[in-house]
């Protein structure tokens, strides 16, 4: 019974929830006449918008005061923009900017010239960040993530620390070590990482083409026991893995941080500077999820080190690894306390 209420109250709050970004949209002006959700991505947002930032025409949503603190909101594998369903419009309500894009090879996202390299790895990741700064014209911005788009902002953070207002990451320091890629993790973490493994191989690709679908289905049980999602959610979300760029972006970031692919050349000096593991020294909360099924909660001791710009490490009860869809409200408070400049 109470699995049922939480169910339903959970739908309420994202009915709610694409309403009022919905009508923040409409407030700014920002819903193109050409856009449509015919698109088959999310629905749950305003209509994309779409701009040219470094290698990619970037698809986006944008809520919130155009004058406000801005706030970018980055997605993980294998989710999409609909992670921040109900993050957008609370930020939004706080005054914010909120801008919340598709990373490279998800919804409408793609690349601009058919040769470039379908790179997936961290560096590649990091630098879309600051190519959608750049695009947008913002200087600096509070960057929020989780999963790969936690690692995104983690890399902007390091890199380009005067971009970075604040950052809120989900399981704390996610810039890969690939020198040491090669160790070997307790067993019961290993096993819950066997896609990656499975990414490896030709076998590994061709499932990951044939079903987007199902293979979300199977890591979101595993990586969130307690979230009760529904079908219409992961359909929402799988959408969004159509693009034709999803594959190859998805196979090179696995194979790349086990360091069993090369990175491409454009990257290559963004990746010497992350070899060397770079402190972050902006103002930073992590969050972990005590029921996340794949990178287990920590009290944030080991990795304190990498903070240098005052850090603060919470735990959130009972939410696994989609932190800001399970738990919308803690993220939200914790990127507001960010951009309101409370810390």
């Known amino acids: 019974m109470m699995d049922a209420i939480r169910h339903s109250r959970r739908s309420f709050l994202g009915a709610a929830a694409a309403g009022i970004a919905t009508a923040g949209m409409a407030r700014m002006g920002t819903m193109p006449a050409n856009a449509s959700d015919a698109q088959g991505f999310s629905q749950r947002f305003a209509p994309v918008r779409q701009i040219r930032a470094g290698v990619l025409d970037i698809g986006y949503y944008e809520t919130g005061s155009a004058d406000g603190p801005p706030v970018l909101l980055l997605h993980g594998f294998p989710y999409s ?12 309500e706080h005054g914010c900017r909120v801008i919340v894009p598709y990373l490279r090879g998800h919804g409408s996202t793609h690349f601009l010239d058919g040769g470039t390299p379908r790179s997936g790895q961290q560096g590649a990741i990091g630098v879309d960040v600051i190519a959608l700064m750049d695009a947008l014209g913002l200087n600096r911005a509070v960057l929020a993530g989780y999963d790969w788009g936690g690692r995104a902002a983690c890399v902007a953070a390091a890199l380009w620390p005067e971009r ?14 690939i020198a040491k890629a090669g160790q070997p993790l307790p067993p019961s973490i290993e096993s819950g990482l066997w896609y990656q493994y499975y990414f490896q191989t030709e076998r590994g690709r061709a499932g990951l083409a ?36 999803y594959v190859d972006v998805v196979i090179h970031s ?20 992350l070899a060397a593991m770079p402190i972050i020294k902006v103002p930073t909360i992590t969050l972990d999820g005590d029921a996340d099924g794949v990178v287990p909660a920590t009290d944030g001791k080991s990795t304190a080190p990498k903070f240098l710009g005052g850090r603060q490490h919470r735990v959130v009860a009972n939410v696994g690894h989609n932190l800001p869809e399970e738990a919308p409200k803690e993220f939200a408070d914790a990127v507001w306390e960010l951009a309101s400049g409370k810390r």
């Open 254 to 273: 696995y194979r790349h941080r086990l360091g069993l692919a090369a990175g491409y050349s454009p990257y290559e000096s963004v990746e010497l500077q």
């Open 81 to 92: 923009v609909d992670s921040y369903v109900e993050v957008a419009p609370m930020l939004a």
């Open 164 to 177: 970075c207002a604040g950052l809120v990451s989900v399981n704390s320091y996610l810039i890969q070590d």
């Open 210 to 245: 044939a079903n987007r679908r199902e293979l979300a289905r199977t890591l979101w049980l595993r990586n969130s026991p307690t979230w009760r999602f529904d079908e219409a959610t992961l359909d929402r979300h799988t959408s969004a893995f159509e693009n034709p760029d």
